[in-house]
């Protein structure tokens, strides 16, 4: 069990396949559900729309999660309470993935607006206050990386946040040891330490955002393994 943090290495994930069998997607969102809500995905996703609503002078705000697969990251974001009344939207490309986080944020009484887009064949439509991703630049070469964030600038107002896994020895013995702990889906398995070699460093995170047109980019490293980037606009 071990990878070279020094040389990324993006190989096909399971969970990308789109003709993946439903009963297998069904069982990896749900032990992606899970994870996320163990490893407290939300949290520091909610602490920067936080800080947002106490420094922006706005009687709301809205809020898109880009590639959302199940909906549980941001479903778990409109559980918290903020200064401000929140929106919460997501799309992501897969309809069986925005069927699933429909039924999730239904089953937990979270009013979020999940819709099909692929941000990779054209721009997100309508603006939002914050577009975020969370556990998805990783999934992209570097020009199809810069094109997602340069998409997620467009639509935004106030701020662009990403939230991903940093490459390192120890991000990798955590989700090789976590996703088994975790779940039982064999797509998990597979794809949780490929998502570890596949990830951005942070200062690879910073430059793909740079060339993305981001500015006043701040970047925290958070347990377990994983960094929050975030660009103010406008």
């Known amino acids: 069990m071990g990878m070279n943090p020094?040389?990324?290495?993006?190989?096909?994930?399971?969970?990308?396949?789109?003709?993946l069998d439903p009963a297998l997607h069904a069982a990896a969102l749900r032990g992606l559900r899970r994870i996320n809500r163990w490893t407290g995905s939300a949290r520091?996703?909610?602490?920067?729309?936080?800080?947002?609503?106490?420094?922006?002078?706005?009687?709301?705000?809205?809020?898109l999660d880009v590639g959302c697969g199940g909906g549980d990251v941001v479903t778990g974001l409109g559980l918290r309470v903020y200064p401000v009344p929140v929106r919460f939207a997501g799309c992501d490309r897969s309809r069986f993935?925005?069927?699933?986080?429909?039924?999730?944020?239904?089953s937990v009484g979270v009013p979020v607006?999940?819709?099909?887009?692929?941000?990779?064949?054209?721009?997100?439509?309508?603006?939002?206050?914050?577009?975020?991703?969370?556990?998805?630049l990783h999934h992209f070469e570097r020009?199809?990386?810069?094109?997602?964030?340069?998409?997620?600038r467009a639509a935004a107002r106030h701020l662009v946040l990403i939230d991903d896994l940093c490459r390192t020895r120890r991000g990798y013995r955590l989700a090789w040891i976590g996703c088994r702990l975790l779940?039982?889906?064999?797509?998990?398995?597979?794809?949780?330490?490929?998502?570890?070699?596949?990830?951005?460093?942070?200062?690879?995170?910073?430059?793909?955002?740079?060339?993305?047109?981001?500015?006043?980019?701040r970047i925290r490293r958070h347990w377990p393994e994983r960094f929050t980037l975030t660009a103010r606009c406008g």
Request: net charge negative; glycine share 8%.
């Open 97 to 106: 993935a925005v069927h699933t986080a429909n039924g999730h944020a239904a």
């Open 44 to 63: 520091p996703i909610a602490g920067e729309i936080t800080r947002l609503a106490k420094t922006c002078d706005a009687a709301s705000l809205s809020v």
């Open 143 to 152: 020009p199809e990386a810069v094109c997602l964030v340069g998409h997620m």
């Open 113 to 136: 607006r999940f819709f099909e887009h692929d941000v990779l064949a054209g721009p997100i439509p309508g603006t939002y206050d914050i577009v975020m991703c969370s556990l998805f």
């Open 183 to 217: 779940s039982r889906s064999p797509v998990v398995h597979v794809d949780g330490p490929r998502s570890v070699e596949a990830a951005w460093t942070p200062v690879e995170a910073r430059a793909i955002g740079e060339e993305a047109g981001l500015e006043s980019i």
């Open 6 to 19: 020094n040389q990324r290495s993006l190989q096909d994930e399971w969970m990308d396949d789109p003709d």
